[in-house]
């Protein structure tokens, strides 16, 4: 592309806001004309960024790609008055689920804007990237759901796991919370201690459901418990499987690595070896591992994402590049 691309970026105040000006601001191909809600932090170089504006003094007409890293139920207003020519690339839960009554039930909000539901596309890069040019709307997933699937689907497609016994123990920094953890969770010692929280309940698990029920063209409903770790950032899920037919652990391996081998940014590691968030930290690459259990028939895997890079701001940069056709991995490496 000769000229830039140029965004907006709503919602620039949280924790992906503020990773997606510090990828955006270096991406070679990027203009970012205005800023909405934003706090600078000693990471971001201020000079060239825009002042800050409301979302409603934006000039759609100058603009391109329009990125909303809000609360829940924010961008499918924003949606209902966007211009054909802008690309929305939503961060939120909005247009993640294919059903408004279940985003109602698990997110207690009325949807908005029904009827671009079906005109969205849910975009993990590995699995969508041939489609990203033909949708305005791109939902890009939860962070918990990115760690899960880009091990998971494969597997699912090859039919070499039982999918009814799919159980997901995962563990994120607490930045996944958001600036308010401390109002939204009650918990002693939060920051020198583990916590389980949305045990059974957690509004991932639905979004985990549908995408794999998708793939394998049976209702899957997985076992998924999430953890807060005190640490800033970073997300490990472990999942526990059980193989089908002539599948071991080792022949897992082997499936994930040639799948994976043309996405740059999915590395598995030497088989049989635990890795942890330190591995992935600050970049937009899944790490996953393959390893043996004791009975034959199961094997563990180990997904380590950085929440807010790849299961946020660096993922939805990825689906840029590739919905505009430059090279997938400009402004992330």
């Known amino acids: 592309m000769k000229d830039p691309i140029n965004i907006a970026i709503a919602g620039a105040t949280g924790y992906i806001g503020l990773e997606l000006i510090k990828i955006l601001s270096k991406h070679p191909k990027v203009k ?16 060239n960024l825009p002042k800050i504006s409301r ?3 934006v000039n759609w007409n100058e603009l391109n790609v329009l990125f909303t890293s809000l ?7 924003i949606a209902k008055v966007l211009p054909d020519h802008i690309k929305l690339i939503d961060l939120s839960a909005d247009f993640r689920l294919d059903d408004y009554k279940l985003y109602k039930k698990w997110y207690g909000i009325n949807h908005k804007c ?16 041939n489609h990203l040019d033909k949708y305005n709307i791109i939902s890009c997933p939860g962070c918990y759901p990115t760690s899960v699937q880009i091990p998971l689907v494969p597997l699912i497609q090859k039919k070499a796991i039982n999918t009814k016994n799919i159980i997901i123990d995962s563990k994120s920094g607490y930045s996944g919370a958001g600036k308010n953890i401390k109002k939204r969770f009650k918990f002693k010692n939060l920051f020198n ?12 698990m639905i979004e985990i459901d549908q995408e794999l029920s998708k793939i394998s063209k049976n209702k899957i409903k997985v076992l998924f418990t999430p953890h807060l770790i005190p640490m800033f950032r970073g997300i490990l899920s472990t ?13 897992i391996y082997k499936l994930l690595k040639n799948y994976h081998r043309n996405n740059f940014f999915v590395k598995v590691a030497k088989y049989n070896t635990p890795i942890g968030t330190g591995d ?15 009975k034959k ?7 380590a994402i950085d929440n807010l890079i790849k299961g946020g701001s660096g993922q939805a940069v990825q689906n840029m590049n590739v919905a505009f056709k430059m090279r997938e991995t400009m402004g992330l490496v």
């Open 193 to 204: 201690s583990v916590s389980a929280y949305g045990v059974g309940s957690h509004r991932h």
């Open 71 to 77: 609360p829940n139920g924010k961008a499918q207003k």
């Open 114 to 129: 029904k009827k671009l539901i079906n005109k969205s596309i849910y975009a993990i890069t590995e699995f969508s990237r």
């Open 55 to 57: 979302i409603e003094n």
């Open 297 to 303: 028939n199961r094997v563990i895997i180990i997904s």
């Open 239 to 251: 999942i526990y499987l059980e193989t089908r037919k002539k599948y071991n652990a080792k022949k």
């Open 32 to 47: 970012i004309l205005y800023l909405s809600i934003y706090t600078f932090d000693k990471r971001i170089n201020k000079k």
């Open 280 to 294: 992935i930290m600050n970049t937009n690459y899944c790490k996953i591992s393959v390893c043996e259990d004791r």
